[in-house]
């Protein structure tokens, strides 16, 4: 189980959102282990892209964006759900975050869907609040490197499908033109 390493974050933030497919998101709580397959993921800069949490300024809520790579973002959202996202920037660059957007669930899958309260596997993780819900991700998990093994991590993974889909970002309104989605089958 290799974890990526910091290097693997720091390069153009659109990059990263697509290297990262295929790549293992683990988490662990007590002796349970989850994991899952990153199967979709979205790519958010920082001045050029009005989509962005990082365009404006930095506050409490973004701060890490504009820290080192390879840490997690979870922010809230519509005043129910979390979403997770890796900070990823070529060093020019003063923010980005690729968010995670599904997952394919590989381990612990039955403690997923009792997180979830659900027995659909097909809806289990295939959004970015079912995946935060499923793996437990809340705002304890805000500011957690990524690249040491602990409660969350990201490792190598699976050798995707080279076939990646682009498509416009979901449920955004400013720099709908950036087609920074990103999707395997697996």
């Known amino acids: 189980m290799n974890i990526l390493p910091r290097e ?23 002796r349970h282990k989850m994991t899952g397959i990153i199967t979709e993921t979205e790519a958010y800069r920082h001045k050029d892209d ?20 390879g840490m997690a973002y979870v ?10 996202n890796v900070v990823a920037k070529h060093p020019k ?7 995670i957007r599904a997952i394919e669930p590989e381990k ?9 309260k659900i027995t659909n596997l097909k809806n289990l993780t295939n959004g970015p609040a079912k995946l935060t819900q499923a793996l437990a991700i ?7 490197d ?21 498509n416009p970002r979901i449920g955004i309104k400013e720099s709908t033109d950036k087609l920074w989605n990103f999707k395997i089958k697996i």
Do not use: P, W
Request: positive net charge; hydrophobic residues 40%.
């Open 8 to 30: 693997f974050y720091f390069q153009d933030t659109v990059s990263v959102a697509k290297n990262l497919l295929g790549k293992r998101i683990v988490r662990k709580i007590g």
């Open 50 to 69: 009005s989509a962005s949490h990082a365009f404006r300024k930095i506050t409490e809520r973004n701060k890490v964006m504009f820290g080192d790579v």
């Open 75 to 84: 922010y809230f959202t519509y005043g129910m759900h979390y979403c997770f």
């Open 93 to 99: 660059i003063k923010a980005g975050a690729v968010l």
């Open 108 to 116: 612990g899958i039955k403690m997923m869907q009792e997180n979830r």
């Open 138 to 144: 809340t705002k304890e998990q805000y500011g957690v």
């Open 146 to 166: 990524l690249t040491k093994n602990s409660k969350l991590f990201i490792t190598e993974g699976i050798k995707k499908s080279e076939e990646i889909f682009t």
